[in-house]
């Protein structure tokens, strides 16, 4: 249980990171707290507009992408006191969801999809619906969702955006602490759970010394595919990331890498 033994490990994540500092320190390593998410901004007037476009116009599909989505708009109808309308509305659409907390939702409400996205990505929603027509009810948030929309937009005659929520940027001086962490080598590798944190590390622009750090000293480990990718965009190629897409394996994975260097006599700034 060794395997991070005088490793810092740096968490961008906020959700669950605590967790993840204790599976880390289990392993022998150490945790280091530095959150790029930034805080989650709930929208609770437009999510009430969008409830009521989606209650009042004709869409023959719903597009639901995460889990936090569609539960603020179900709280929204709920307030409104129009939950069984809202959902009665879902029963009756074609139904495509591309994260597994959308789905999980779906499940709990006994709702069918029509199309799920394999990989959980974007990309993959956007290609299983391409031969599709009339008009669409697209539930996004505040990364990519005017390019995403344009996308749909290709197969889709109409397409209503709505965003429950969105996220504000980190702090500063969390993002300086992280940065030095990486060039200067105090943190051994540094695990980001989405493509917000990847995004708000390099702030839109790929950072030579971040990429080299990343790339050659520093292991970036994601929590899944879009993660990946997302670092992949920046110029970080040598991206750890589990099959099984959980914080949990992420952490896992990690410590085998770890453990696979060892067993090889690697130095750590190998």
Known sequence: MNSLNGKRIAIAADRRSKEMGALIE??????VYTPLQGEQQLHEKRSLIDVHTLLEEDFEWIILTTGIGVRTLEEAAQQEGMLDAFLEKLQNAKLAIRGKKALGW???HELMAEVVSED????????KLEKEQGSAF??????DDASWKESFEKSFSYVYLSRPYEYERPSKDVRKTLIKGITD?????VLFTSKTQVRNLFEEEADDRLVRSLNHRVKAVATGKVTAEELRNFGVQ?????QNQKMGAMVVDMARYFDARNDKGEEKHA
């Open 185 to 189: 080598d105090e943190v051994q590798a």
């Open 120 to 127: 959980g990505t974007m990309k993959g929603l956007v290609e």
């Open 106 to 108: 779906l499940i709990e």
């Open 138 to 143: 697209l539930q996004a948030y505040s990364v």
């Open 238 to 242: 040598e991206v750890l990331y589990p």
């Open 26 to 31: 289990k392993f022998g390593g150490t945790p």
